[in-house]
């Protein structure tokens, strides 16, 4: 199996672990076959794996990891187990395939030697989650211990990332010491981590101060270094030496967005790391499966404007942009609140500090001027003008700002932009925050501030504002605004010249950014900075965007450069990155179906009126029919040759009540307060409760671990497990309640109504992306959308796709590598489903004659879903299927899926069909509703392991029908019984 293909198993599979307590990416593994690693090897990093994230959970929660970290995760199990109990092995294995992989690359690298075993390297995407992989490290390194560390540090490029880790390491329960401020986080342990600054390291000391020299760190030691770049050479090869002489007898983790942006600048440092890093997720992988905000580049060129003229226009522009996000996340609340969207921020930032550099500071004066002019409203009003009617064009005539403002540029309400960005119309004021550090206060009139200057040398950028005539006036009573702008009710809507940006500042607010001066040789931060960004929590803080066209301006960071050139070096730096910034983007049409055929058919649909969060406040109760249970052993399987048996250790299951003397033995305050903030993170505004009722739902929460645990007397540990057990049970309730009033009150509209799109015979569908450089691909692609006979054919080439007459549109596009597809294109498993059921329909026409039979693709997210007990769940297809002489309906919701890594017959997928009987039993009015999996893995395969084996016929009695057999018989079989 190539990387390729692996990844793609990996990325669609399901999070968190199976009721055996394997992970899911597991048993995708074991599935894969030709594993170079042992079966018993496997399992036993992944019983390892789930063994430290239960110890990072036992004070933070739910955290389940993402695909792309379990494997990070999991390579680091395979490298430590091999130099800690197999090395010389290992270094024979990884020279026999650094042999194969020297010939076929034609590139020269040095044999691995044991030298080489002393530093590993995670490139990783800023937001992908390094913080948690460094944790996991951290207990992966103290379970194989190589060598017992005489010194664990964590080095870090500035204070502010240092605090940060500080309280990351807290939250993972992991001793830990700030040395800046000789601070500890008070978890119990050994192996305490010192957090210190890579400028507080020095070779020699010289002077007095903070600083520790090198050889202070006697013995062997463990090093975590996050973020060592800064870009210049002097200084990387500055900390390389640094690096070298604290592990000279130890090892270094370290984690790095940036490595694309050093690795090409000098051949010693690519050397350095050519055989260190042993995960690459940088951004180009983060990006394309779907993680973080979509973002769009301003790129004008410096000869289609006028440098005072591009800077008005720009900015003006940039207002827009900022002004169509903040309108759209005021009418868009409960979207905003379903994927967790932040309120836009807009910032002005560079890379360079603001103290006394003369580009910065200019560059922050225009701003500052710019927005000070902005109140002129005649003035706005024209640039606005201008702007929306294409005043300002390309070299070719082209409007430069035409894909731009679609939801302002009809209906702009300037007095709602004033209000909106900044609180109001009056006199532009300037403050000085006196209890804050090189910050000055925006505001209008005696409005609230809406914005914040943050500059490193306040006392010469105030001599130009003055120059300027700005008169700053003095505020003795208001505390940091930049320290404000992370909580909710901050009034803080733009701000200014920030390099602590850059620097770790975390924040999921940035929606706008206006490009400031780059200094030469800023790669790394530039980086960083993008990656402060593009930063999005996402529905279920799954750090995905959700390709809803309703919020997608939300979830795009737009970004502009007040200079021209600021652009050019933005995006130059972008492009190490391999991410098309800009690709073609093309409109698909697509022939839709003779809507007689379809637009009365009936569309099970949410009542769009009924709002559960909105309508009904819901009390935590206990409910006998709900039960959670916190499995803090997992089963073990052994394996003898190609017999698996499962054999369980003793275990006991307990409640809390079975376990202490006394409930009221815990710090009920402190658990009260993290359900809370647990229940504003996922967004169970409605759900209300008091300590009893937490206390009370205990009673269905039980504890699954050996006998010898519930001797525990640690009551910290006890009250961090029942938060973990209120939590699980709190999940199971809201989703059991809120899956029953959606269940009560669907109804049905007529498909027309709810598929306006389709109404048209002709619409322009899907948007494929490709990039630029495939010149002849978008030719063809351009010539196919232009030309319907053409498109019609099905297809595997230019424009994967495939065709059938029943569906509501056609053609319908397939996956495609070169190609980016929205909405996506069918996987390989929809696409047989497809081909198949038409080769059956056709096959039996005479037989269905008296059916009229319909098929759409339903859209992921933006279809119609449904919400089970631990997921939604949008079926890849509904058919209806109409009686023409009874008039008799059956609408059936197709899943075309692998089954291998599912709980099978008791997946919620499979058991979905009981719940559409409930809601056809509530509709009552004739319609039948149905659903099938159709699996692509095979039934032999499903069955392998399983003693004695689940029979097919079992399957196929829950609706479970398999692609390579002749499913599409048994499934109208099954519907319309024998004909």
Not at 352 to 360: C, D, E, I, L, R
Not at 399 to 409: Q, S
Not at 493 to 513: C, H, P, Q, Y
Not at 611 to 616: A, C, P
């Amino acid at each position: 199996m190539n990387l390729k293909s692996f990844k793609k198993k990996f990325k669609d599979e399901k999070e968190g672990t199976d009721s055996n307590g394997r992970s899911y990416y597991l048993n995708t593994l074991l599935g894969s076959g030709n594993l170079k690693i042992s079966e018993d090897d496997l399992i036993k990093y992944d019983e390892n794996i789930q063994e430290y994230v239960r110890k990072i959970n036992e004070k933070r929660g739910n955290i389940k990891l993402k695909y792309f970290q379990y494997l990070a995760v999991l390579f680091t199990e395979i490298f430590l187990d091999n130099i800690t109990n197999r090395k010389t092995e290992f270094i024979h294995k990884l020279n026999e395939f650094l042999e194969e992989y020297k010939q076929k690359e034609k590139i020269e690298i040095e044999p691995f030697i044991e030298e080489d075993f002393k530093k590993l390297a995670y490139w990783m995407a800023t937001g992908s989650g390094k913080t948690l992989i460094m944790h996991m490290n951290y207990l992966q390194f103290l379970k194989y211990k190589p060598f017992e560390p005489d010194n664990i540090l964590l080095i870090t490029p500035n204070l502010s990332l240092s605090y940060q880790h500080f309280q990351e390491l807290e939250k993972s329960g992991i001793p830990a010491k700030l040395y800046s401020e000789n601070k500890t986080t008070g978890s119990e342990g050994d192996y305490e981590i010192l957090i210190i600054e890579i400028t507080k390291l020095a070779e020699e000391k010289k002077g007095s101060g903070l600083s520790l020299t090198i050889d202070t760190f006697e013995g062997k030691n463990l090093i975590f270094v996050d973020e060592g770049h800064k870009g210049q050479k002097s200084e990387e090869k500055s900390w390389i030496k640094k690096r070298k002489e604290l592990t000279k007898n130890g090892f270094a983790f370290e984690y790095s967005a940036t490595f694309g942006q050093i690795l090409d600048s000098d051949k010693e440092i690519l050397k350095d790391y050519a055989k260190a890093i042993i995960f690459d997720y940088s951004y180009k992988y983060f990006y394309n499966d779907g993680y973080g905000k979509d973002f769009q580049v301003l790129n004008v060129k410096k000869n289609e404007m006028k440098d005072e003229e591009f800077q008005e226009a720009v900015l003006v522009a940039n207002l827009l942009d900022f002004y169509q996000q903040m309108f759209l996340y005021k009418t868009k609340p409960d979207l905003v609140r379903e994927y967790n969207i932040e309120k836009p921020l807009w910032v002005f930032v560079g890379t360079t500090v603001a103290g006394k550099n003369v580009h910065v500071q200019s560059d922050i004066l225009q701003i500052i001027k710019f927005l000070s002019k902005a109140f002129d409203e005649r003035w706005l009003k024209s640039k606005i003008e201008k702007i929306l009617t294409g005043g300002y064009k390309k070299e070719n005539g082209e409007d430069i700002f035409k894909n731009k403002f679609d939801l302002i540029r009809n209906n702009l309400d300037l007095e709602d932009l004033y209000k909106s960005v900044f609180h109001g119309k009056g006199a532009f004021r300037i403050y000085e925050i006196k209890d804050a550090d090189g910050e000055l206060g925006l505001r209008v009139g005696d409005n609230n501030y809406f914005g914040v200057v943050n500059v490193g040398d306040l006392s010469e950028f105030k001599k130009l504002l003055a120059k300027e005539g700005f008169i700053v006036e003095q505020d003795a009573i208001s505390s940091s605004l930049f320290d404000n702008i992370k909580k909710p009710d901050s009034t803080i809507n733009t701000l200014i010249g920030a390099k602590k940006f850059i620097e770790g500042w975390d924040t999921w607010r940035v929606s706008s950014m206006g490009l400031l001066h780059i200094g030469s040789g800023k790669g790394p931060q530039i980086i960083q900075l993008f990656g402060r960004g593009v930063r999005l929590k996402g529905k279920d803080i799954s750090l995905k965007r959700s390709n809803r066209p309703e919020i997608k301006h939300l979830e795009t960071l737009n970004i502009y450069g007040i200079k021209a050139d600021y652009i050019d070096k933005f995006l130059s730096v972008i492009a190490k990155e391999d991410v098309d910034y800009d690709p073609e983007e093309i409109k698909i049409p697509v022939k839709t179906l003779d809507k007689e055929k379809w637009q009365n058919l009936p569309y099970l649909s949410k009542n769009d009126s009924k709002i559960f969060e909105e309508d009904i406040p819901l009390k935590l109760t206990k409910d006998d029919k709900i039960h959670y249970k916190l499995d803090l052993l997992p089963k073990i399987t052994i394996y003898d040759g190609t017999k698996k048996d499962q054999a369980t250790l003793q275990v006991k299951e307990k409640t809390i009540y079975d376990i202490i003397d006394s409930i009221e033995l815990l710090n009920w305050g402190k658990i009260f307060v993290d359900i809370i903030n647990y229940k504003t993170l996922k967004g169970y505004w409605n759900l209300y409760f008091d300590i009893e009722d937490l206390k009370d739902v205990l009673h269905n929460c039980k504890i699954r671990e050996k006998p010898e645990f519930f001797n525990i007397q640690n009551i910290k540990k006890l009250e961090d497990i029942t938060i973990l057990l209120i939590k699980g049970y709190i999940d199971k309730f809201y989703k059991n309640r809120k899956g029953k009033y959606e269940t009560e009150n669907m109804h049905y509209k007529k498909a027309g109504e709810q598929l306006k799109l389709f109404l048209n015979q002709k619409v322009e569908y899907y948007t494929v992306k490709v990039s630029k450089k495939e010149h002849n691909l978008i030719e063809n692609i351009k010539s196919l959308a232009e030309n319907m006979d053409k498109l019609l054919k099905d297809d595997l080439d230019v424009l994967p796709r495939i065709t059938i007459e029943n569906s509501v549109f056609i053609p319908i596009l397939l996956e495609s590598e070169k190609i980016k597809i929205s909405p996506p294109g069918l996987n390989e498993s929809e696409k047989k489903f497809v081909e198949g059921l038409e080769k059956y329909l056709k096959g039996n026409s005479k037989s269905l004659s008296q059916y009229g039979i319909v098929l759409l693709r339903n859209e992921s997210r933006s279809g119609l879903g449904f919400q089970l007990d631990w997921s939604e769940f949008y079926p890849d297809f509904i058919m209806w299927i109409k009686d023409k002489n009874t008039d008799k309906t059956h609408i059936v919701f197709i899943d075309p899926k692998g089954l291998l890594h599912t709980q099978k017959l008791k997946d919620e997928k499979v058991q979905f069909k009981e719940y559409l009987k409930e809601i056809e039993k509530n509709l009552n009015n004739g319609v039948n509703l149905n659903s099938f999996i159709l699996s692509i893995t095979k039934y032999e395969d499903l069955i392998k392991g399983e003693v004695p084996p689940t029979p097919k016929e079992e399957f196929e009695k829950a609706n479970i029908l398999f692609l390579n057999d002749d499913w599409a018989e048994k499934l109208f079989k099954k519907i319309l019984g024998a004909r």
